[in-house]
């Protein structure tokens, strides 16, 4: 197949991206645990459901799940063709209310993304977010409904139930594709990533922001580790 014109131009642009593209590794380490214990408050029969304990895995294995719970990505200059828009998202990502609960409690998305609220709960709940990066109220639906809500804007989204004050979620919305979240043992990945000079952002709910400036080369992957303690010198 042959291509000419402006669509060879943007096959070579993509190919050109794709072979000079790095990864940005790192270790996440946490000594403490950051995370508040939850149990949902005790309802009357009108509410109904059985009181739930959360965070079972934060008490099976604490720093593990702490470090589960940070977000890794990445600022700085970016052709504004690799921004990912809502039509370019796919699957579409859910918070659903199950057990009196949001799950998943911290959802990662790129910016221009659409998140689903379904309802799988037999009582109503009312979602709504003050937060400066995005702010809505879906009001109050019933089992079997769903709402929907599009974050043109980067930054953190906290998510809160009307109805069950100990409801609560937290949507990190990113400003490009490349970000990551570590496993058990604190390693992370972010793959495909065009050389240049960049911000690596690593942030927990409890600890906060922390950055570190990497220069990415072609040819050479990047390397940001981040201790992270209580208390975080976050601007």
């Known amino acids: 197949m042959r291509f000419q014109g402006p669509?060879?131009?943007?096959?070579?642009?993509?190919?050109?991206?794709?072979?000079?593209?790095e990864n940005i590794t790192g270790t996440i380490l946490i000594k403490k645990k950051l995370t508040r214990?939850?149990?949902?408050?005790?309802?009357?029969?009108?509410?109904?459901?059985a009181t739930v304990e959360l965070?079972?895995?934060?008490?099976?294995?604490?720093?593990?799940?702490e470090r589960t719970r940070v977000v890794i990505w990445i600022e700085g200059s970016t052709p504004a063709s690799l921004v990912p828009s809502s039509a370019t998202v796919t699957p579409v990502p859910q918070v659903a209310q199950l057990d009196r609960?949001?799950?998943?409690?911290?959802?990662?998305?790129?910016?221009?993304?659409?998140?689903?609220?379904?309802?799988?709960?037999?009582?109503f709940h009312n979602i709504?977010?003050?937060?400066?990066?995005?702010?809505?109220?879906?009001?109050?639906?019933?089992?079997?409904?769903?709402?929907k809500v599009a974050f043109p804007k980067a930054g953190i989204v906290d998510v809160y139930c009307h109805l069950h004050p100990n409801m609560e979620a937290t949507i990190?919305?990113?400003?490009?594709?490349?970000?990551a979240r570590p496993d058990g043992s604190g390693q992370y990945r972010i793959p495909d990533v065009p050389p240049g000079q960049y911000t690596v952002v690593a942030w927990h709910?409890?600890?906060?922001?922390?950055r570190k400036s990497i220069s990415l080369e072609a040819g050479h992957d990047g390397v940001a580790d981040f201790f992270i303690p209580l208390e975080a010198d976050a601007k």
């Open 7 to 21: 669509t060879a131009l943007l096959v070579f642009t993509a190919l050109a991206i794709t072979a000079s593209a």
């Open 37 to 49: 214990r939850s149990v949902t408050p005790s309802v009357s029969v009108y509410q109904r459901g």
């Open 55 to 65: 965070g079972q895995d934060a008490q099976t294995d604490p720093l593990s799940f």
């Open 101 to 123: 609960r949001f799950s998943p409690d911290l959802l990662v998305i790129p910016v221009g993304s659409i998140v689903t609220f379904p309802n799988m709960d037999p009582i």
């Open 128 to 147: 709504f977010s003050l937060s400066r990066a995005k702010s809505f109220d879906l009001g109050s639906y019933d089992q079997g409904q769903t709402r």
């Open 172 to 179: 990190v919305v990113t400003p490009t594709r490349w970000y």
């Open 205 to 210: 709910k409890y600890a906060g922001f922390f």
